[in-house]
């Protein structure tokens, strides 16, 4: 064992401590492939209206171009598996579906107070100076996941490991020290491409390529205004995010449920009613979605959201009561609101009912995205 080792073992320690599922070490490379897999993705458009990842991109394509003197790198694991199968809630097409991650408080917060914990520990010990990473930096944290060997990228693009399952978030401590050095890990897809076959929106173009325009988890959060209509049938009740393609792999036979109360299911979440969620007001949505990552897209995306859901239920339902609260959203303050609630109530009326509805509500001639709606013109 060489001197850095007992160090190594001992930073490992610190980690699990803090309840850290992995901890392992790389060191960075010169030159590495996930740098030329970025650029052709942006290049082929495929980041949508995600436009920090062309203002950042040569930033991002090596960790040494956000800081230089960065030499290694620590990336660590943090677990958040769901108790149950989260596609099971798929089928209560009148229940708002959240991705698993955002069922509980903020990761961003929860994970950057335990790396600076941990940061804080290492500097202690050694002379090095570090930075620490959750996320939202110019970083691409899962080919150093790969590189340290926590798991691989699937051909969903996320990460995946033989240990931990689908279900984990990651943080990075860059240090200007080689600490140590883990194996990196294969690919173990193998010919498996389940998380292919069941994308709602048939978002992938080919294994380990992912067109992030088709993408619920993109629309849902990223992007702004009225989506493409097809998409819109296609979400069902995914109101933000989507878990479909992690949860189908069948290396979440060794995942276990998260420990950490504050990355568990809030109380309520998973009941989470269309009808009720289509009424909250801008103090409303704020109070319910205190200390939750949902906050961060604000009240009209996530409107919009819900109210596309509702329409896919109207839709089958026809339900009164689901007509009346989508009747409830066309005064909102938020065309996009009120556009997304003209398209949900066509989902469910016939065309005579749709037709008297325009009389009464139509909007004046400068709101143009919502007489879009009306006319069908999407």
């Not at 909250?280 to 959201?305: C, Q």
Request: glycine share 8%; net charge negative.
């Amino acid at each position: 064992m060489s001197a850095e080792e007992p160090l190594a073992d001992a930073i490992r320690s610190q980690a699990f401590t803090l309840g850290f599922s992995a901890a392992r070490f790389c060191t960075l490379p010169d030159v590495w492939a996930a740098s030329d897999r970025l650029q052709a993705f942006v290049e082929a458009g495929y980041h949508g209206q995600m436009q920090w990842m062309e203002d950042t991109l040569q930033r991002r394509l090596h960790p040494q171009n956000m800081w230089d003197g960065a030499r290694s790198a620590l990336i660590l694991a943090y677990n958040y598996g769901p108790k149950s199968n989260p596609l099971d809630g798929l089928a209560q097409t009148d229940m708002a579906n959240i991705s698993v991650y955002a069922r509980g408080d903020d990761y961003h917060e929860l994970i950057k107070k335990k790396l600076k914990h941990l940061a804080t520990w290492i500097v202690d010990k050694t002379a090095c100076q570090l930075k620490v990473f959750v996320d939202t930096a110019p970083l691409m944290e899962k080919p150093l996941a790969q590189l340290a060997g926590i798991g691989w990228q699937g051909k969903h693009t996320n990460l995946v490991s033989r240990d931990l399952g689908s279900w984990f978030f990651l943080g990075v401590i860059l240090l200007d020290e080689v600490l140590s050095e883990d194996a990196p890990e294969g690919d173990h897809c193998g010919s498996c491409q389940a998380c292919l076959d069941i994308c709602p929106t048939d978002a992938f173009v080919g294994p380990y390529q992912l067109d992030a325009r088709k993408c619920l988890s993109y629309l849902t959060i990223e992007h702004r205004g009225p989506w493409p209509e097809v998409y819109r049938h296609q979400m069902g009740n995914r109101i933000y995010g989507c878990d479909d393609c992690l949860a189908v792999c069948p290396w979440n036979k060794f995942a276990q449920a998260t420990h950490d109360i504050k990355l568990q299911t809030r109380g309520g979440f998973d009941g989470l009613d269309l009808h009720d969620l289509v009424q909250l007001d801008d103090a409303a949505f704020r109070a319910l979605f205190s200390k939750s990552a949902i906050k961060r897209i604000g009240r009209e995306s996530f409107l919009r959201n819900v109210l596309y859901a509702l329409g896919n239920h109207f839709r089958a339902s026809r339900s009164h009561e689901t007509g009346a609260r989508l009747q409830y959203s066309l005064s909102d303050e938020s065309p996009v609101v009120r556009g997304a609630a003209v398209w949900a109530l066509r989902q469910g009326l016939d065309a005579e009912a749709f037709a008297q509805m325009v009389t009464q509500h139509k909007g004046g001639e400068g709101d143009s995205a919502v007489i879009a709606e009306w006319e069908g013109r999407v």
